[in-house]
Structures are given as C-alpha cells and as structure tokens.
C-alpha cells in the first residue's frame, strides 16, 4: 500500500536571516508550500511617535511542512539559511507544539516571547479557547501566564491566561522552583 503525500509532510524549522521572517514565510506560502510563522503585537517607540508592529515569536525562524525527500525548493528560497538539523539528519518539530501554537496565535490572546524554561508545574487549561493544552504554569505579579515551549527550538512563548481555567490536579508536577526576580513557578 502506497503512502499519501500527506503521510509524508512533517513540520521542520527553517533558520532563516535576520530580519527575513515575514519575507520567507509569504515567498513559501505563494509558492504552495506550507509554512506557519506565530506573531505577536509588540509597542515600539521611535523619536517622535509609538507603534504596534507584529514581529515573530521565534525571531529567526519559520516553520514550514514538507517532505524532507524534496528539500529543493525550501533551501532555494530566498532567505532561508538551513533547516534546523543534527549533522545530516533534519530534526521534525512535534505535531502537537505546531497545533498548540497554531491555536494560540487562533486565540487571539496576547503573548510574548518568553525564555525556554525547563522546571515547573504542567498544568491544563480546562477553560476559554486554549481548553485542553498543557503547559508550565507561571505567576507574575499576581497573573497567571501559561508558558509553550518548542523544545527542538529550546524556546517558549508566554500567553496570559485566567485562573478559571486551569487545572493542575490533572497533569503530574513537578517540585523544582524557579524565582528569578518577580517570576514564581507554582508547584505541588
């Protein structure tokens, strides 16, 4: 039995240049390939004015879905460095962190980059439009903020979420406490 091309398309991350995100990720969409860049709303100042921009959550990278037996026309896009690999072997990022993430960016939430963490409590989201996702659960002056990681990438994003829709008792915690300034892992 012969395998759907679908079968075959796994999420991988592009490294792309500084500053190329949106241009790599509007190149690989006009061309049919897949690809997903999760933005976020950031205020910058200039001299005379403020302004919302969107910038990438993963600054300097892209996910894109492909078969990796045709790595062609993703390495010829323009922009892109390389697929985020070890040695010869590319490294597919988790269905599950792409659908976690594609759902944040749906939910209209706001987030932030956040640092990878690797200590804390998981818990679930048992309310709102991120019902069912797990995470670390952090507290920042006094709001709970549910972090999503990509572990290939070693990076995470922080949405802010309400504490009605967590639940912790459903998903084993870890003890390990994490207090950098105001930052306070909640644990067990």
């Not at 897949?34 to 919302?52: N, T």
Request: aromatic share 8%; charged share 25%; proline share 7%.
């Amino acid at each position: 039995m012969e395998q759907s091309s679908d079968d075959r398309l796994l999420w991988f991350v592009l490294r792309v240049r500084p500053r190329h995100d949106k241009t790599v990720s509007l190149t690989l969409r006009n061309s049919g390939i897949e690809e997903f860049l999760p933005l976020y709303r950031a205020r910058h100042k200039w001299a005379d004015r403020f302004k919302v921009v969107d910038l990438p959550l993963f600054p300097g990278y892209v996910f894109c879905r492909f078969d990796p037996s045709s790595l062609l026309p993703i390495l010829n896009t323009p922009g892109v460095i390389d697929i985020v690999r070890a040695g010869r072997v590319l490294l597919p990022v988790k269905d599950c962190e792409i659908a976690d993430l594609q759902r944040l960016a749906k939910s209209g939430l706001n987030s932030e980059p956040w640092p990878y963490l690797q200590v804390g409590q998981r818990v679930r989201i048992e309310g709102g439009p991120l019902f069912g996702l797990e995470g670390l659960l952090v507290e920042i002056r006094k709001s709970l903020r549910l972090v999503l990681s990509v572990d290939l990438l070693q990076r995470s994003v922080l949405v802010e979420i309400d504490r009605d829709w967590v639940n912790v008792s459903k998903v084993p915690s870890s003890s390990a406490v994490f207090e950098p300034d105001t930052l306070k892992v909640q644990t067990a």
